[in-house]
């Protein structure tokens, strides 16, 4: 295969996806897009409701939304009928069957956007050369956009190499990485129940151009919580006694929530993003909603920060006199890499050349959501690992101005082609 051209399509399908952004559960033009190459290229695929437990899904836009964000897909150039067999649900998996017995190793990309305002000033390259996002408010500020390429071209690398593998290639096209939560619906329909070996990775992060990191370490477990308050409206000077204040007990909440001892036994973090509350000066508010994040290092510090965190937010509801209604908005888990598939992946990486430095470990942060996929095949009897693919960036992750060295998705896909050889081989 040539590889310029391959880097070539690769670079462009980026491109075209930076420039339609979709944020989570609503990666309709994206998904339709995806299943269209890889049914190109002879994969045998599962989509939308075939590949996600509906009971299972966390912060998930209403139905109306849902409509409006199908229409503005196939406005954008959506495949319609792609994205109605998807039955409202986003997310792609794709198998190339070698025909001869072996294990099956699944890799993982992730597709949906962050609710990012895209810098448009002039010296911000997607701005320049004419690929920023024209969704405002939505950009792929992450990296995702670069993930779904990479997944792309490492399957048309795969159909090259097929007559030299066994078992089978899974590819995990995943919705709604961004708020952790996507993997735990396709984790929970099953989609990495037979997987052998699972593998995901991430593009940036402060690892360099030309530069791999096997093992990821330091990812948190994590809950996102939203907290609707419900009070009483009355006039704030002639009936004031009459009310039930919701601003009120959700702010007492804030300061509480932040109030939280720190745990014994390791790092946690909360954080309130989002305060909303009240219609008028004169009006008691009698609704407020909280949008809340805990994250501990450990499942059990996570545990014991979520617990004391819906016990604020009942207890300030309880002192001010109105409701509070608490859902999960989304959620991970943690998980370590296993050491033998790390050692071979090691090797292999290292054997073929590909970079410059394959570093043994890297520190992450925040909280990623395919830990649920680990930790699902690691208690079937399996093996994964979360990798870091280097790439400079232009500005830190979660930025307008974030753009990504794209160098590095060409070195992307030729490793974990080299990865399926190593661990496929016959």
């Not at 794709?94 to 962050?114: E, H, I, K, Q, S």
Request: aromatic share 6%; with cysteine; net charge negative.
């Amino acid at each position: 295969m040539d590889l310029k051209e391959l880097e070539r399509r690769m670079i462009e399908t980026r491109r075209d996806l930076h420039r339609f952004p979709e944020p989570a559960w609503t990666e309709f033009r994206t998904s339709a897009l995806v299943a269209a190459r890889l049914e190109g290229l002879g994969y045998a695929l599962k989509m939308g409701s075939e590949v996600i437990d509906a009971g299972s899904v966390m912060g998930r836009p209403s139905e109306e939304e849902i409509d409006r964000e199908i229409a503005r897909a196939v406005e954008q150039g959506g495949d319609r009928e792609r994205i109605e067999r998807m039955g409202r649900y986003t997310g792609v998996t794709a198998d190339l069957d070698t025909g001869r017995p072996g294990p099956t190793l699944a890799f993982r990309f992730d597709m949906d956007c962050v609710d990012v305002g895209e810098d448009m000033s002039p010296d911000h390259r997607p701005a320049k050369e004419g690929f920023a996002s024209v969704n405002p408010c939505r950009m792929h500020a992450c990296g995702h956009d670069a993930h779904t390429a990479i997944g792309l071209g490492v399957a048309e690398l795969l159909t090259e190499m097929k007559g030299r593998l066994c078992g089978r290639v899974r590819l995990i096209f995943q919705p709604g990485e961004e708020g952790c939560r996507g993997a735990y619906a396709m984790m929970k329909k099953g989609v990495v129940d037979d997987v052998d070996f699972f593998l995901a990775m991430h593009i940036g992060g402060g690892v360099p151009t030309g530069t791999f990191g096997l093992n990821s370490l330091g990812y948190l477990a994590t809950t996102k919580l939203d907290a609707r308050f419900t009070g009483v409206p009355a006039h704030a000077a002639g009936a004031p006694h009459m009310g039930r204040n919701a601003l009120l007990a959700a702010a007492a909440a804030a300061l509480g929530l932040h109030s939280i001892a720190p745990h014994r036994d390791g790092a946690m973090r909360l954080n309130v993003g989002v305060l909303q509350a009240g219609t008028g000066r004169n009006v008691v508010p009698a609704e407020a909603l909280m949008k809340v994040e805990t994250r501990g290092e450990t499942q059990e510090v996570a545990d014991y920060v979520y617990g004391r965190a819906e016990e604020v937010l009942k207890g300030a509801a309880e002192m001010y006199g109105v409701r509070v209604e608490l859902s999960k908005a989304g959620e991970g888990t943690t998980a370590r890499g296993d050491e033998e598939l790390v050692r071979r992946v090691g090797a292999a990486l290292r054997a073929s050349g590909i970079f410059r430095s394959v570093l043994d470990t890297v520190r992450a942060g925040g909280s990623e959501d395919a830990t649920w996929f680990m930790r699902r095949v690691q208690e079937r009897g399996g093996e994964a690992a979360y990798m870091a693919l280097g790439a400079d960036i232009a500005a830190p992750h979660h930025n307008g101005r974030f753009d990504v060295d794209e160098r590095g998705m060409i070195l992307g896909a030729r490793a974990m082609a080299a990865i399926a050889e190593s661990l496929l081989s016959q």
